[in-house]
């Protein structure tokens, strides 16, 4: 697996030679600036939910390269509403084999709105399980006891999980949440990215 971060929540693995593009805010974030959008590859195009900070470029990515939208139904239908041909709706608990791996998606303790007000459905985490190794995206989230199922469906070789606070978990919570999923290695993600998020990475 290769993992590349493009800012705020947004992250790509490669794996089996697919590229898993994850809740996409490029064009709207001063820390992600340097990134060429166009440049980015995906094959699957993974929406945690439908706020604008995880949703923002996934319909020009889609439509640019075709990438299969995988999301909470709701989400999966507002983007195929306009127009996006390739889309796997998917809820909690439920899993799906797809060509790189399987996809479990679990439980998120948020909310999830799509930017023009209508209903995106139940927040979602998600269980990559791939022949490479397996993963766990949390999407936003709070602590929650639910995370102690996931060593059940994979270990976990690393853990993407928001630190931000104020809308997610903290950094604190977030190394119980890493204790819970039984990983050790964390990559922290959905900090400094707006006012409410910043974060001093000093304090211990
Ligand atoms: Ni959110
Ligand atoms: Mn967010």
Redesign the pocket.
Known sequence: MNFTYYGHSCFKVEVKGKHLLFDPFITGNELAKHVDIDAIEADYIFLS?G?A??VADAESIAKRTGATIIAAYEVAMWFAAKGIEKYHPMNHGGKWAFDFGNVKCVNAV??SGLPDGSYGGN?MGFVVTTGEGNFYYSG?TALTMDMQFIPAYASLQFCVLPIGDN?TMDATDAITAAKMVKCNTIIGVHYDTFGFIKIDKQKR
């Open positions: 939910h706020h900070d995880h948020h909310s927040p936003d809308f």
